[in-house]
């Protein structure tokens, strides 16, 4: 058994043997502490992925080369997703894609979709005068009913939509402008 050479009042008596499964505890609860543990399946790609610090934003296309046939939106906490939207060429539902300045130096690329009366609008800022990384927009017709700013995410999209160009490489994304819908209230 090794003794601390050093008397400190709080350490008089401690050994090491003692301090160390302290340390032990305290390093597990960290590495424990609670990440968005929803990812994309090994036979998908990541479109996008975020989290807004306590659940997490995906959406993920399979196969995991193109032709995709199906995109799937996720959103929830780590345990489970808490909604999900999915888009495939059986059941015509589509994702939409967009692209707009937000400043001189900073510009929006957005993946959209509508479910029912809804729009959810995946926002990512990109460029030097980003307030954040961007999130995602609620609406109900023109109405911004939400707004869910994300600490982090990015789009990895480049094989479904190219945002410069807005142009979709995938009949599951089309190009248009979310009707309405001022997106740029998400970064205020």
């Known amino acids: 058994m090794i003794k601390v050479s050093f008397n400190p009042p709080w350490i008089t008596q401690m050994t090491f043997t003692r301090i160390l499964p302290l340390f032990a505890l305290a390093l ?3 590495a424990s502490a609670p990440t968005w543990a929803q990812k994309c399946a090994a036979s998908e790609t990541t479109l996008y992925e975020g989290s807004t610090g306590k659940k997490g934003i995906l959406v993920c296309a399979s196969p995991a080369k193109p032709p995709y046939s199906k995109i799937e939106y996720r959103f929830g906490p780590a345990e489970k997703a808490e909604m999900t939207y999915t888009a495939d060429a059986a059941g015509g539902r589509k994702f939409f894609a967009s692209s707009e300045a937000l400043q001189p130096r900073a510009s929006l690329s957005h993946l959209w979709f509508v479910n029912g009366d809804t729009t959810y609008v995946i926002s990512q800022c990109i460029g030097g005068n980003c307030p954040h990384a961007g ?5 109900k017709g023109k109405k911004i009913i939400a707004r869910i700013k994300a600490k982090e995410g990015s789009f990895t999209a480049d094989d479904a ?3 410069e160009g807005e142009k979709s490489k995938t ?3 089309q190009i248009k ?4 819908i001022d997106v740029t209230k ?3």
Do not use: C, S, W
């Not at 402008?177 to 309405?180: I, L, R, S």
């Open 28 to 30: 597990t609860a960290l």
């Open 135 to 139: 999130g995602i927009v609620v609406a």
């Open 161 to 163: 939509v190219d945002f």
């Open 171 to 173: 009949p599951l994304i």
């Open 177 to 180: 402008q979310p009707d309405g």
């Open 186 to 188: 998400l970064y205020d």
